[in-house]
Structure formats: structure tokens, C-alpha cells
């Protein structure tokens, strides 16, 4: 935890929280929700970045994601602040 890390599995769900404070949009990785062992977290502020909706992009694609990794409610994640932050594995 603390470490900058990059992080690969297979997006198991995705959901675009839009009336939650901040609209995060969570990128589940491996398991889905609420066993996600891994969740990539990009908030509404951070959006705009992206050329697509993150939530239907990365969905059922396998994806590496890098940054900081950080626990929330026990959970691992990395906050996305822009799209290169997160590669598609073909």
C-alpha cells in the first residue's frame, strides 16, 4: 500500500455512480462487486479525459492500470486521474 504499482486482471464490472458525492466511476477487477479484489476509481471531475464512458470502455476487457495503490473499506485501489494511467491488454 502507498506504492506507485501497475496492476492487471480482468474487468469483472463496472458502475458510474453519477448522484454519488464526487460520481466516482468504479472499474472492477477479477471478481465483481462486492468481492472485487482490485478497483480502479475515477472520479467525475477526471472524466472528461476520457474519449469514452470508462464504465462501457473498459468493460469485459482485460486492463492494466498504474498509480498509487490505496485501501478503502479494506479494499485495493488505484484513483485514475487520466486515461494513460490505464492500457488495454489485447
Request: charged share 25%; aromatic share 12%; net charge positive.
Amino acid at each position: 500500500m502507498g506504492k506507485q504499482m501497475t496492476v492487471c486482471g480482468m474487468v469483472t464490472g463496472t458502475y458510474f455512480a453519477m448522484s454519488s458525492k464526487g460520481a466516482p466511476t468504479f472499474i472492477n477487477l477479477d471478481k465483481p462487486y462486492p468481492d472485487n479484489v482490485f478497483t480502479a476509481v475515477i472520479w467525475d471531475d477526471d472524466r472528461a479525459q476520457f474519449t469514452d464512458a470508462p464504465e462501457v470502455y473498459y468493460k469485459d476487457k482485460s486492463i492494466c492500470v498504474s498509480g498509487t495503490i490505496k485501501t478503502y473499506k479494506g479494499k485495493a485501489e488505484i484513483v485514475v486521474k487520466t486515461p494513460s494511467q490505464i492500457t488495454v491488454k489485447e
